[in-house]
């Protein structure tokens, strides 16, 4: 790695001299979307997949995605070349940008939207011990639920409450009390000897790890209450930079049963 | 007016020159808080209150305020007079600052808050068209929905299908179809000849020009489903900045009935 540098509105740049404005509609409202994007040997892994699901997630915001998808990946790979990472974590942020007024929705407003790339290094695997949390519920109800939105808020509170539980991750219910996904994953759960994993219709992710595995392996896509997860006897959870075994939920411990799965397969 | 002029951490900037980091994680995870301040003859209006609701938000957050009510309202008072403006609409944001890793919560991250305020002129009064919105709804199961909380996606979505359908306001339902509030205020509504607002616990936004409408009128805080507010026969809409008038619900008028709460008197 040879400096801290990012690709923001196009260009390389040096991330100590890079900046948002203070009137960025990502920063003062969180309207806008994220990848996270798996580097492996400096390859961009499913790219694809983030761009599509990217531009889905602006259409809906009605944001414009001011590159096509050649040159987010020539920013990206720039990106990774510059700064010698191999095996990272890319991170794409798409806002609706400047704002000329102040306002939810001011009239009138062009917009200039922000898309900005950082990377780091890929996290390391870890063990998973997992909470399913009382704090606060994803709203499976709203469409932020369906694409990659700036608004965690609820991911964060499920985590800070795991933080303190002891825990490192939380899995959180929708608003009827079903299983929705982790804070940063989605969720496969071994129930009754089958696996299976919530519909987006119930507040998943669209994991893109998720839907590659369900093309995969036997999976049941359908509900799990909060009861049928508590039966579980094992827990898988995907995102787009690594799966991981949880180890223990809400301190019961877990097996280990992620190769029945093949998931680690996925990423190669 | 002379010069565009932000405070930031303490100290008054140039607003083309100020900016926050690209991993600020209000601008990357909607963490933060916010509120909108009125100014009126250079004196900001309610600010304890908003100070108040400011720090529960930050509680609820984990984010410390880096700054104590005194010295905010000294910036405050300072970017008003070096502004020039009189009446105003200042915003507060505070989010967990730059983050030193990646993530949505990493391990031993040290908390370096940031803490901005913008000020603009105070929008002029204008006659509401409001609807109900369809295409998304307010999680009142989150402890977000009792706060100012950055994460206003759903507001913006909201607030868009408003713009779509001819309006300029919409009013959000719950997770249980029942009113929550306007994407930018709060709802009051006259039914069967009692005036009534939703309580905190349906979702309506703490809302600051609220409580005090509700211990100076006669009002019930009660549950209002979506059959009852379109059931109104008058509307009215309070934020911090200013009340309004609902003229008309999904196209169907309504009456002027906001003297009879004498709601423009609050802001006096």
């Known amino acids: 790695v040879t400096e801290p540098l990012v690709w923001l509105n196009g260009s390389l740049a040096d991330a100590a001299h890079a900046h948002v404005a203070v009137n960025d509609r990502g920063f003062t409202l969180a309207d806008g979307v994220f990848e996270t994007v798996r580097a492996s040997a400096r390859q961009p892994l499913w790219l694809a997949d983030h761009l599509a699901r990217l531009r889905d997630g602006a259409a809906l915001l009605g944001i414009p995605v001011p590159f096509d998808d050649a040159a987010i990946e020539a920013g990206l790979r720039a990106l990774l070349a510059a700064t010698g990472f191999t095996d990272a974590a890319l991170r794409v942020t798409l806002t609706r940008g400047e704002a000329a007024q ?3 929705w ?3 407003e062009p917009v200039r939207p922000t898309l900005l790339a950082i990377v780091a290094a890929l996290p390391p695997a870890h063990p998973v011990r997992a909470i399913v949390a009382a704090s ?3 709203n499976e109800r709203s469409p932020l639920a369906g694409i990659k939105s700036l608004n965690v808020g609820d991911h964060i ?3 800070r409450e795991a933080h303190a539980r002891g825990a490192d ?3 959180l219910l929708n608003t009827a009390g079903r299983t929705a996904c982790a804070s940063v994953a989605n969720v496969f759960a071994n129930i009754d000897g089958a696996w299976c994993t919530p519909p987006v219709s119930d507040g998943a992710l669209p994991g893109i790890a998720r839907l590659r ?6 999976i049941d896509e359908r509900s799990i209450s909060a009861a049928e997860l508590r039966r579980a006897v094992a827990i ?6 690594r799966c991981a075994s949880v180890v223990a939920l809400d301190g019961v411990p877990l097996a280990d049963l992620a190769s029945e799965l093949g998931v680690e397969a996925l990423y190669e």
């Open 169 to 171: 991750e939380a899995i």
């Open 102 to 104: 102040r306002g939810l």
């Open 136 to 138: 606060t519920c994803r």
């Open 106 to 108: 001011p009239p009138g």
């Open 213 to 218: 595995l369900l093309r995969r392996a036997r």
């Open 236 to 241: 898988v959870t995907t995102n787009s930079l």
């Open 157 to 159: 509170l499920a985590r």
